[in-house]
């Protein structure tokens, strides 16, 4: 079974986190949702989330992808922590998924992981000194490029996270996955 961590910071984008969680779980990979500082979380409306752990709980353990959620202040905390760094280099050493929706991108690029890398984010989110060193796609829902995944935002975050479940398990599970969500025909 392929394993996801999701850290949440207080401040996060909750539909954002709680699409991802969700869908991610349906489509059977074992997610753990990890806090900064343990308790509870409030994310950027005032919705408490429980993760399932801390982030110093499960730093060394081994996930496929680990994926950011946006919203603010959230992101900030993630980019000022030090330990999402460092597990987000160490994954990408190691040759594992990481993603980001929303403003979280940012953390991906001060992280020095968007360096000629075709990416998105949320319109305002992105600091312009990143922009010459990627190929910034602005109207794009959602930018696949090798082993990073980024996405615009909350408008986005259903096909993020099946775009996230079709990279760990595949075509059909993913249609699976969709199908039971109802989700109208495009157009």
Same mark, same amino acid.
């Given at each position: 079974?392929?394993?996801?961590?999701?850290?949440?910071?207080?401040? #996060?984008?909750?539909?954002?986190?709680?699409?991802? *969680?969700?869908?991610?779980?349906?489509?059977?990979?074992? !997610?753990?949702?990890?806090?900064?500082?343990?308790?509870?979380?409030?994310?950027?409306?005032?919705?408490?989330?429980?993760?399932?752990?801390?982030?110093?709980?499960?730093?060394?353990?081994?996930?496929?992808? *680990?994926?950011?959620?946006?919203?603010?202040?959230?992101?900030?905390?993630?980019?000022?922590?030090?330990?999402?760094?460092?597990?987000?280099?160490?994954?990408?050493?190691?040759?594992?998924?990481?993603?980001?929706? #929303?403003?979280?991108?940012? !953390?991906?690029?001060?992280?020095?992981?968007?360096?000629? %890398?075709?990416?998105?984010?949320?319109?305002? #989110?992105?600091?312009?000194?990143?922009?010459?060193?990627?190929?910034?796609?602005?109207?794009?829902?959602?930018?696949?490029?090798?082993?990073?995944?980024?996405?615009?935002?909350?408008?986005?975050?259903?096909?993020?996270?099946?775009?996230?479940?079709?990279?760990?398990?595949?075509?059909?599970?993913?249609?699976? !996955?969709?199908?039971?969500?109802?989700?109208?025909? %495009?157009?």
């Amino acid at each position: 079974m392929k394993k996801v961590l999701i850290p949440l910071a207080q401040g #996060c984008e909750e539909l954002e986190a709680v699409t991802l *969680i969700d869908l991610l779980r349906r489509a059977g990979v074992e !997610v753990t949702t990890a806090g900064l500082t343990p308790g509870a979380v409030h994310g950027s409306h005032g919705i408490g989330l429980l993760p399932d752990t801390t982030l110093d709980a499960v730093l060394h353990a081994d996930f496929d992808l *680990i994926v950011l959620p946006g919203g603010l202040p959230g992101t900030t905390h993630l980019d000022e922590d030090p330990r999402i760094h460092a597990l987000l280099r160490r994954m990408d050493q190691e040759g594992k998924l990481i993603a980001a929706i #929303c403003a979280a991108p940012m !953390v991906l690029a001060n992280a020095g992981l968007l360096q000629g %890398k075709k990416a998105t984010s949320y319109p305002t #989110c992105m600091p312009e000194e990143h922009l010459p060193a990627m190929h910034y796609l602005a109207e794009e829902p959602v930018v696949h490029d090798d082993r990073v995944v980024t996405s615009r935002g909350p408008g986005t975050a259903m096909d993020f996270a099946l775009t996230l479940a079709e990279l760990l398990t595949g075509r059909a599970n993913r249609e699976q !996955v969709e199908a039971g969500l109802m989700r109208p025909a %495009k157009r």
